[in-house]
């Protein structure tokens, strides 16, 4: 019988009287769907390793961490020879420290939270420091993660800036992931594109057909001081 076809109690039991279960083959025939039930019955189970991050300690349980993250995936491997009933990890220079690992422990559990520009450049390294990748599970944080940034975040001038700043104390992993790269990138996209449309928005067709700056404009940018060559918005890549 595939494991996917087990209620996620009968599963309870295996996994807490069965510590030297190898993990690798459970994950294989475990599908997401079981993996979320399973996961809302682990409040009964009592935690089988500590993670600790930047002086805090949690209290989680294996499986959900190593059905995700190759990291601790890898790091709990070799604890095999010792007694994997009680494993202790300290997850040293993680970014965005405990309160990001804390996204990161959810999104193994399948606690739904929200992915924002406030957030999504912590979870863009913190997923890569843990290798939260489609290696390990289907459209695990490291893609979802990456999804908002490319499709939501770099349409925004405004995101775009809060994600930069957010970057700051993620250096210089942020900028190995592309995250600065990006973000300058939309935001000097579209600072161009608005400047274009800025200098159509001020030429008229005269009497005799030929495009000119209207005479309003001429006067606002001279009053102004900002008769802008356009070509110097947009740097030349």
Do not use: W
Request: charged residues 25%; glycine residues 4%; hydrophobic residues 40%.
């Amino acid at each position: 019988m595939r494991l996917n076809q087990v209620s996620p109690e009968i599963l309870l039991e295996v996994l807490t009287t069965n510590q030297k279960l190898q993990y690798d083959t459970l994950i294989a025939y475990f599908d997401d769907n079981c993996l979320l039930a399973f996961c809302r019955v682990f409040r009964d189970v009592p935690s089988d390793i500590k993670i600790q991050v930047s002086g805090v300690t949690f209290a989680l349980h294996k499986f959900p961490l190593v059905s995700c993250c190759g990291r601790i995936r890898k790091l709990v491997a070799g604890h095999r020879d010792s007694d994997i009933s009680r494993i202790e990890i300290e997850l040293t220079s993680l970014p965005g420290g405990a309160q990001t690992f804390e996204l990161a422990a959810k999104f193994c559990y399948g606690v739904n939270f929200e992915i924002t520009s406030a957030n999504v450049a912590q979870l863009c390294c913190v997923s890569d420091y843990l290798e939260m990748t489609e290696e390990f599970s289907k459209n695990n944080l490291c893609s979802r993660a990456e999804e908002y940034l490319d499709s939501i975040v770099c349409k925004s001038l405004e995101m775009c800036v809060e994600v930069l700043r957010q970057c700051e104390n993620l250096l210089p992993l942020a900028d190995e992931l592309k995250i600065v790269c990006r973000c300058i990138d939309a935001i000097a996209s579209k600072a161009c594109v608005e400047q274009i449309a800025s200098s159509f928005s001020r030429l008229e067709y005269s009497s005799s057909g030929r495009l000119h700056m209207n005479r309003q404009a001429k006067c606002d940018a001279k009053c102004d001081g900002r008769l802008v060559d356009r070509r110097s918005l947009c740097p030349a890549y």
